[in-house]
């Protein structure tokens, strides 16, 4: 997360998300011995020669490796040691993670004791047997292999799925590139979007080919700003889920009073690369009125300690990159990125030329000073890609 020191005439609302107690390893392991709609997984796992845990990637900021321990142990109580049990990071066609990240994201004993899989959306594949449009849908040969698969993810608001988390660690996080180019065409041409689960068609398809391919037991987990975890549900891939969405709802509604002279949209904690910085809007999609003023401006700040990043279908040469335009869900608002870990040419292949880009935050917050109205209201969000901005009167 980016740290900032900034002076200026007018009131500063630093819109935090809410706070939530940090669950003690005892509540961890009560929830997952007592799955939703499941039997525990110390029973599933009998009879069971291997089994495949999915993760999700370095972007989510799921503590898997706290939670990792107690589903070896039931497996082992069951009878299948860990060196039966894969993890596979289910990083889409997105980049891959070396080594000292990955032991960070697994924790040490799973990874000296497992066998480790990054997934690669274009090799190591399996063909399913299931069509998908008109192809046959591919996916990670370790999970397809896997004679038990469960997936662990946190469960974020989500720009076309509602919410991360669930079926999603499938498709499109273990899918082939030829999937998830098209399950991603159809959000572009906007048919699979919505914020209930229950109606949003990307959501429900992904869930569909989950259960085909077999996944039966999932964790979905809430953190906060240190990356701890708040709320865990586990239990089966849909009904799990769907309590899990609704506890979302109550991790992330984060009240604000707009409209402000400027918002500063923090992109912690998908703040990875600078691909990911795009997931700040999603905290705009529950508002009622708008957050800025007619003359505001929007500010997105992205630490992108890995650089601009990499994704498949959304960088330069991808099969879904467009040319930088403007947003037109700004509605003619002018946005202005500070992103230190970036070079602005490297930037420009992601955002549109009329945005101005700055490496030097004091610079920016200097700048956005000088133009400001005296006294001017500005906000801060800064956990953008996993909060709910709502208005106040719409606080329950």
């Not at 239990?235 to 984060?254: I, M, N, W």
């Not at 970036?342 to 009329?354: G, T």
Request: hydrophobic share 40%.
């Amino acid at each position: 997360m980016l740290a900032m020191d900034w002076n200026f005439q007018g009131t500063l609302d630093i819109l935090s998300p809410p706070h939530f107690p940090v669950w003690q390893e005892k509540q961890i392991v009560e929830a997952l011995e007592n799955p939703v709609d499941i039997a525990p997984l110390s029973e599933l796992a009998q009879g069971k020669n291997t089994a495949c845990i999915i993760v999700d990637d370095l972007a989510r900021p799921t503590p898997a490796g706290s939670v990792i321990p107690h589903l070896l142990q039931q497996m082992e109580t069951a009878g299948l040691p860990p060196e039966r049990v894969s993890i596979v990071v289910a990083t889409g066609t997105h980049g891959k993670l070396p080594d000292h990240l990955l032991e960070k994201k697994v924790g040490p004993e799973a990874f000296s004791r497992c066998n480790i899989v990054i997934h690669d959306a274009k090799a190591e594949l399996a063909g399913t047997g299931i069509l998908y449009g008109k192809e046959e849908l591919k996916t990670n040969s370790t999970f397809w292999n896997a004679e038990l698969k469960l997936g662990i993810g946190s469960v974020l608001p989500h720009s076309f799925a509602g919410y991360s988390g669930g079926a999603k660690l499938v498709l499109p996080g273990l899918a082939n590139v030829q999937a998830t180019a098209r399950s991603h065409k159809f959000v572009q041409m906007g048919l699979r979007g919505g914020q209930d689960p229950n109606e949003n068609r990307f959501r429900l398809e992904a869930e569909r080919l989950a259960r085909q391919m077999g996944l039966e037991f999932i964790v979905c987990v809430f953190t906060n700003q240190q990356r701890e975890i708040t709320g865990l549900v586990a239990g089966d891939l849909v009904t799990a889920h769907r309590q899990a969405c609704v506890e979302a709802e109550k991790q992330f509604q984060t009240p604000c009073e707009p409209p402000y002279d400027a918002v500063l949209l923090n992109a912690f904690p998908k703040d990875l690369d600078l691909i990911q910085a795009e997931n700040v809007f999603v905290c705009l999609k529950k508002l009622t009125q708008p957050l800025l003023k007619e003359d505001g401006i929007y500010c997105v700040t992205c630490a992108a300690s890995e650089g601009i990043g990499h994704h498949g279908l959304f960088e330069p040469g991808g099969a879904s990159y467009r040319p930088p335009q403007k947003k037109r869900n700004l509605k003619g608002r002018p946005l202005w990125m500070i992103s230190p870990n970036v070079r602005e040419e490297d930037a420009r292949k992601l955002l549109f030329e009329d945005y101005p880009f700055y490496s030097d935050i004091d610079q920016a917050l200097k700048d956005l000073s000088m133009i400001l109205p005296k006294p001017a209201k500005v906000a801060v969000v800064p956990c953008a890609t996993m909060q709910q901005l709502i208005n106040t009167e719409s606080k329950k």
